[in-house]
């Protein structure tokens, strides 16, 4: 803000000149006290100036109706949704999001510096905030390669551009307790400069989450529990209540969500496909199953607004009052959550389910293949069960990160030399094969609940370093998918019988695509239709929990480039032992 729009700002508050809109007898949503009240709003160029009687030069009447702050999604990472930036803001703003604050570090584990610069540049003069974190774990953990490696000394100058806000979640709880010196260096670089450090704290004992927030790592994503919480707002972080397309806590956290406490907490997607969004919404449907499971809709609102503002430092943004920016939505319903139009810094954006004006620019962009894997043949995916007695299996659990790890007898399978993916026992063979610097790294495991009856599944989505994992009942198809992934330059395919039944090409990083979302509904609305072709029983995303098959921060059991891992343990395992 100039000092001439803060003088102008005062005196039309003043009433000394007249407001630019004037929204009258509606009824605000006040998230600092939890309650509603009726009044007129004035807005003078893209700030809210008043609460009261005003008069502007356009005035419009919505009695009967609701306004609330726009919506702010706490912790994304929309790389995710398959999508660049200029496009994703696009079905967001739909949803009444106007402000996001995402982690790159999906681009980041392909890309490096680099891809945290597109996403960046990507977001860049449109009607919608995007607000960054700086990846703090490039890769993840030692125990996989990534496509880049980001030290402190990296991530620094980064801090200087003012859409930056702090570090992102740290999940090499390892390095943190160790203090490995440029773990620290990350950390102790965000603590001079007094920017929030986000958490990921899945299973951590109470031990662990201390060590967090005496490192003033400040908010979490990872809770499972409302138990969970507690113990983490009792200890002064905020905890981000997330609902994903694969991670859906909401409905076991809201429990432990009370006016005590929810000042506390915030709303996020972490990771959702744009379709996912599409169909059920995004941080609006967060607050519609708030409400439903208890919440009043005033919370609710409070969550996905000024808390993740203040949590942030978003200064001027999250509620409907003088001198705060006037992003808002017009909502035909607050029990229901129904919205009707949204407002991006004083200016319609979006009326009656539709944008007011769609940005339809092209962005060219630049960047060499990713794909980077050697001419694979089915020996590559032999498991040899001689001389052993036991194999770990990791055990999916529909709609969460977490995985059990499962032990069965040798003597329990039909070849008891190699192991061959069973569709009967619903046990089939997974690989991640390292895709960015062709080190022809294969690791190799046994997986249980993905339910293929044939065929195979591959993508180049596979948190965090996102190699390329696939998984099939046989392998000949597995290295027939391979070798589309490759051919295409990165996405999901599914193959059945040496046949490609169906795909989805994702050329930037083997992440998202420059395509238009209503290109990218239909290539995943045809994978998940076909997908029942090859596995009728499936009901969760296979393609996402396949993609979190590979993250070795999250329990039980887990598999990279370089084998099977004992997350619990923090260590390496053989497949059969």
Do not use: W
């Amino acid at each position: 803000m100039n000092k001439q729009t803060y003088i102008e700002n005062i005196k039309a508050s003043s009433k000394q000149i007249p407001c630019d809109l004037v929204i009258k007898n509606i009824t605000i949503v006040d998230v600092f006290q939890n309650s509603t009240f009726v009044s007129d709003v004035a807005i003078h160029g893209k700030y809210i100036v008043g609460l009261g009687k005003y008069s502007g030069l356009k005035e419009i009447d919505y009695t009967g109706k609701y306004i609330c702050p726009g919506l702010v999604d706490g912790h994304a990472h929309i790389e995710s949704s398959l999508l660049t930036p200029r496009e994703y803001y696009k079905t967001a703003l739909l949803h009444g999001i106007t402000s996001i604050i995402i982690d790159p570090h999906e681009i980041a584990n392909v890309l490096g510096i680099d891809g945290i610069k597109l996403m960046i540049n990507l977001s860049q003069n449109i009607p919608f905030d995007f607000y960054f974190m700086l990846p703090s774990c490039v890769p993840s953990t030692s125990f996989e390669n990534s496509g880049a490696i980001l030290k402190s000394s990296h991530l620094k100058p980064l801090y200087e551009n003012e859409k930056v806000l702090g570090l992102a979640e740290v999940m090499d709880i390892h390095s943190l307790l160790t203090c490995e010196e440029d773990m620290i260096n990350k950390l102790f670089d965000a603590y001079e400069k007094d920017v929030i450090i986000d958490g990921h704290g899945a299973g951590f004992d109470l031990d662990k989450l201390n060590a967090y927030a005496s490192a003033y790592i400040k908010t979490d994503h990872e809770c499972h529990s409302y138990e969970e919480l507690i113990e983490r707002v009792r200890r002064g972080m905020y905890v981000h209540i997330r609902e994903g397309t694969v991670a859906k806590n909401l409905k076991e956290l809201v429990k432990g969500v009370s006016i005590h406490n929810s000042r506390k907490l915030c709303l996020c997607t972490d990771d959702k496909h744009i379709d996912d969004i599409l169909k059920y919404g995004s941080i609006d449907n967060s607050i519609r199953l708030c409400i439903k499971h208890g919440l009043n809709p005033e919370i609710s609102i409070q969550m996905a607004t000024l808390n993740p503002c203040e949590c942030y430092s978003l200064k001027r943004k999250g509620a409907i009052a003088p001198g705060y920016i006037a992003d808002f939505l017009i909502l035909d319903s607050l029990q229901d959550f129904k919205i009707s139009e949204v407002y991006k810094n004083g200016s319609l954006v979006v009326k009656d389910n539709s944008l007011v004006n769609e940005n339809n620019d092209s962005f060219k962009i630049n960047i060499k293949s990713s794909i980077n894997i050697p001419n694979l043949k089915e020996e590559n995916f032999k498991i040899s069960l001689k001389g052993k007695s036991k194999i770990n299996v990791i055990e999916i659990i529909p709609n969460a990160l977490e995985t059990n790890h499962l032990k069965f007898d040798v003597s329990s399978l039909d070849n008891q030399d190699e192991f061959v993916s069973s569709p009967e026992k619903d046990l089939l063979k997974i690989g991640v094969i390292e895709r960015h610097n062709n080190t022809n790294n294969i690791g190799l495991g046994i997986v249980k609940g993905l339910k293929l009856n044939s065929g195979a599944i591959a993508t180049t989505i596979a948190h965090d370093s996102h190699n390329l994992i696939v998984c099939g009942a046989n392998d000949k198809d597995m290295v027939i998918a391979c070798n589309k992934i490759k051919e295409f330059g990165g996405g999901i395919v599914i193959v059945k019988d040496g046949e490609l039944l169906s795909s989805l090409k994702l050329e930037i990083g083997g992440l998202i695509t420059n395509r238009k979302t209503n290109e990218v509904i239909k290539d995943l609305e045809k994978l998940h239709h076909v997908i029942k072709e090859i596995s009728p029983d499936i009901n969760f995303n296979p393609f996402l929990t396949l993609s979190f098959l590979s993250l070795p921060v999250i329990p039980e059991i887990k598999i990279t480039d370089k084998g099977l891992f004992d997350v619990k343990n923090f260590k390496f395992i053989d497949v059969a032992e």
